[in-house]
């Protein structure tokens, strides 16, 4: 039996009770065929998962695939087909060194590009979905390969089609249509154009950009290292919850608020939970919030699943109380609840 301890960012997880790794189409299908009547859990970069100390009593397919397709218009830009298996940043990387701008607010996600889609993961303004023109999955209802173009995958904020869906559809590679150049799209996110000095909506170098947002990331401890132990998180822990108006309304003027377009808000889970008397360096066993943020819940060392769920716990249970607002987990929890 392996320890899934090895293959998540918190470095947590007891031992699957068999364990696939696979690194094309055909190894995924056939390995979720041959795995079928029994519990699967599809995992690829480990970087967004809280699994149970007791592990997962089924098979774990570890997916790794990460070949590279690409296609260029001189009109429409480049439609680049990736692997699902491909970590995310390099993705990243590799556009830009093929002069190719849209990727570069994303830059330093952790994660492989077949988690992308499923949680239309974003940061800085922009979300994978803008940049989507298609999805390649393997249906486990109907055992088949199935395609999906961008609207047909369901986009939201933090969701999509696929998580609705959960376990149903297996990410085998996505397709982006990314542009020519070395601007970036106008910089929209005030500390990002801070960092940048420019003027919110001025566009800046495609390669500053990047360097701007890993530095960011960095200082939130959102860049995972193996020297920092603060780092090894699974990013934020939980989505930035959207009310309604009124419920806005009735919050401190302080608390960060973007209005939506169809009228509700989006509020900062960041500002609550600090506010909430959540603090940067809390506790619990070998679980503890982030230095740099508190969005981060980290394993210092000898965190346990258990450890680290009480602490998410602590503090949902926290803005509950003081807000009347239920922060969602934006991790996937395997095996644990909070």
């Not at 679980?287 to 602490?311: C, E, F, M, R, W």
């Amino acid at each position: 039996m392996s320890d899934l301890s090895k293959y998540t960012s918190l470095r947590v997880g007891g031992p699957a009770k068999k364990i696939i790794h696979v690194s094309s189409e055909k190894e995924i299908i056939d390995a979720i065929e041959q795995s079928e009547g029994s519990p699967i859990l599809i995992l690829g970069g480990g970087t967004n998962v809280l699994i149970a100390d007791s592990g997962f009593d089924g098979t774990v397919i570890h997916i790794s695939n990460d070949s590279i397709h690409y296609e260029m218009d001189a009109c429409s830009g480049a439609t680049i087909t990736i692997g699902a298996g491909q970590d995310w940043d390099q993705l990243v990387q590799i556009s830009i060194e093929r002069g190719l701008a849209g990727l570069e607010t994303l830059s330093g996600i952790p994660g492989t590009v077949g988690a992308a889609p499923i949680q239309n993961i974003g940061a800085y303004g922009h979300e994978v979905s803008e940049f989507i023109t298609r999805v390649r999955t393997y249906d486990r209802e109907e055992k088949q390969v199935k395609t999906f173009t961008n609207s047909q995958c369901e986009f939201s904020y933090r969701s999509s089609h696929f998580k609705q869906h959960p376990g149903r559809y297996v990410i085998l590679d996505v397709a982006f249509q990314l542009r020519q150049g070395q601007l970036s799209d106008p910089i929209t996110y005030v500390e990002l154009s801070k960092k940048l000095g420019i003027q919110p909506g001025e566009k800046a170098d495609v390669i500053a950009t990047r360097n701007a947002v890993l530095e960011l990331r960095a200082s939130k401890g959102m860049l995972i290292s193996n020297e920092d132990p603060d780092s090894w998180s699974a990013g934020s822990f939980f989505t930035n919850p959207i009310i309604s108006q009124q419920a806005a309304d009735g919050l401190p003027n302080a608390a960060p608020k973007w209005p939506l377009n169809d009228g509700r808000v989006k509020i900062s889970a960041a500002w609550l939970i600090e506010n909430s008397g959540i603090h940067k360096g809390d506790s619990i066993g070998g679980a503890k919030v982030s230095t740099k943020h508190v969005l981060a819940l980290t394993n210092s060392g000898t965190a346990t699943a258990s450890d680290i769920a009480a602490l998410a716990k602590k503090a949902r249970d926290r803005v509950k109380e003081k807000y009347g607002i239920t922060l969602v987990a934006e991790v996937n929890l395997i095996g644990v609840e909070i």
